[in-house]
């Protein structure tokens, strides 16, 4: 699958520890020109053919991914395989010239509907096509739960990984929701989804930017 977008911003990089409580540098602006970004590939479980889209906002600090089809369930007489749903999408991100780029946070949102003794766990890994290194963040929820939820990963601007200057990368994004019905009513179902009120969810990646040496 490949569907070329048009947009102003781009993406990528892993996370490490929450924002400092003490001032940080001077956050350079995002670069004026518009990029490409291509989805390379769309495969998994929570994010079928047709399932998924990329936005990215005007202002080049964040981009979207889109589903409409991602959702996690046990008990009721759901199948095992419907306990744990997951995507990883592929990006080839077109940077300006002569800038790199990182991702600052994701906020991740959905609803989940847990019965006592069920729990469900949200992941995202993140890594660059070639790099050895994997970043991972996990955000558990137990039930009784009944209500949207919303979870946030952050890197220091210290310790953002950057997108390597002059060298063209896929940016892999691996995300998964599972539940598990630990000591609930079996015949009782939990879930959970990542959506919105409109039935799709929004999984919101917060860009940085600086200039590559030399220019």
């Given at each position: ?77 759901a199948p ?67 209500d949207n ?67």
């Amino acid at each position: 699958m490949r569907a070329p977008i048009l947009v102003g911003g781009a993406v990528a990089a892993l996370f490490a520890s929450a924002l400092p409580a003490e001032a940080g540098p001077t956050i350079p602006d995002p670069p004026s020109d518009k990029i490409v970004i291509d989805i390379a590939t769309v495969n998994g479980s929570g994010c079928p053919l047709g399932t998924a889209a990329v936005a990215v906002s005007e202002d080049n600090t964040a981009f979207t991914v889109t589903y409409s089809d991602y959702l996690a369930q046990v008990g009721g007489g759901a199948p095992p395989t419907a306990a744990r749903k997951n995507c990883q999408l592929s990006l080839l991100v077109h940077v300006p010239g002569g800038f790199t780029y990182a991702i600052a946070s994701a906020d991740y949102r959905g609803y989940a509907s847990l019965q006592p003794g069920a729990r469900s766990i949200e992941k995202a890994s993140y890594y660059f096509q070639g790099s050895p290194n994997t970043e991972s963040r996990s955000h558990v929820f137990n039930g009784p739960y009944e209500d949207n939820w919303q979870a946030t990963d952050e890197t220091d601007w210290a310790q953002l990984v950057w997108a390597p200057c002059g060298v063209q990368r896929n940016f892999n994004i691996n995300t998964e929701i599972r539940v598990s019905a630990g000591t609930s009513d079996p015949s009782a179902t939990s879930y959970m989804t990542m959506d919105s009120t409109d039935g799709d969810i929004s999984t919101v990646y917060h860009l940085a930017w600086k200039e590559c040496p030399g220019t």
